[in-house]
């Protein structure tokens, strides 16, 4: 199996992703709609109802299994990237299910339910670990960054931001810097562990777009002097 994104750098249009799916490649594909171009036999496309776990967690209700030989194109609306991930045996690396765009055959799930703590703050019930040997694709608003856990020295990364991290990580959910700063911010995840997290540097965009634009001189400075005002006033 092959893909290809391409990105037009001169405008504002997302992407088109290109699989390319050699005899045997089999591939799911959790947002169907997408699909825009199809090149191959009419019976390399087998839609079918996702579990309902699945219905559950992305709010949808088909999925599309291609076969090849064959060769589609998805489309991604501006402000939304695809990310490649090679999983492997060992994977332990916990992602959130409603940005899956893909995952091919050979792939398994589990889930893991988070603390209740968590889930008030970040609105998720669960995560989810991918097994065995392939590939999943998953949506960002940005390009996708990397840092490696430390078991003592922590990382901050933001709540909204997190793509993936390993299962075993320690996660405190807080903010850091002086007062001025900590009621400025989104939360955080203080991380440490070993290991890799993935998170995306595309969020914060709407963020600087309302600050560029020509608000009012009274929201923005009830904007910086009320705690948490970055979130409250938009």
Known sequence: MNIQINTDNNAPIGQAVTFSLMKGDLVHILHPEQIVAYRGPSNGRND????????????????SDMLGPS???????????????DINEGSDLLYDFRSLFYF??????????????????????????FSGTGQIGIL????????????SEPVYIDAGSLIAYPENANLELTVYGNTLASQRMNYHWKMTGKGTVLYQAGRQNRQLENDLNNDGFIKRVLREIIPFGNIFIK
Request: proline share 6%.
């Open 140 to 151: 960002t608003q940005g390009p996708v960054c990397q840092t490696e856990l430390h078991p």
């Open 48 to 63: 079918r109802f996702m579990n309902m776990n699945r219905m559950y967690r992305k709010r949808k209700m088909i999925q």
């Open 71 to 85: 060769q589609f194109v998805a489309a991604l609306p501006p402000g939304f990237a695809m990310k490649s991930i």
């Open 104 to 129: 091919s055959d050979g792939i398994t799930m589990q889930t893991r339910i988070l603390s209740m703590k968590n889930i008030l703050v970040t609105h998720d019930v669960i995560k989810v670990k």
